[in-house]
């Protein structure tokens, strides 16, 4: 393996999307990777990233950065958190 970065399973992507779902049921993640945003905007190279679109096709956040690891463990309440940060909103 070595400096060779992390990836995302299947199972990892299944459950972010499942879980923004549930956050967000009117939206639809749309999911892309470092060189999608033109590769100078990822914090990381090894970073995945979505968005949430609507029916109509337009995007309703900005660019959301997850680490490959951490999309297991998402929550509802993780990815609400995440979408108002992206979107510059704070409580």
Same mark, same amino acid.
């Given at each position: 393996? $070595?400096?060779?970065?992390?990836? +995302? &399973?299947k199972?990892?992507?299944?459950?972010?999307?499942?879980?923004?779902?549930? +956050?967000? =049921?009117?939206?639809? =993640?749309?999911? $892309?990777?470092?060189?999608?945003?033109g $590769?100078? @905007?990822? =914090?990381r190279d090894? &970073?995945?990233?979505f #968005?949430?679109r609507?029916? @109509?096709g337009?995007? #309703?956040?900005n660019v959301?950065?997850?680490? =490959?690891?951490?999309?297991g463990?998402? &929550?509802?309440?993780?990815?609400?958190s995440?979408?108002?940060?992206?979107n $510059?909103?704070?409580?």
């Amino acid at each position: 393996m $070595g400096n060779q970065n992390r990836k +995302a &399973t299947k199972e990892e992507m299944a459950h972010a999307r499942r879980v923004i779902c549930e +956050a967000f =049921p009117d939206l639809e =993640p749309v999911f $892309g990777a470092h060189g999608d945003y033109g $590769g100078h @905007r990822a =914090p990381r190279d090894h &970073t995945i990233s979505f #968005r949430l679109r609507d029916q @109509r096709g337009r995007f #309703r956040s900005n660019v959301v950065w997850v680490m =490959p690891q951490h999309l297991g463990t998402l &929550t509802v309440a993780d990815v609400e958190s995440l979408i108002n940060h992206a979107n $510059g909103k704070r409580k």
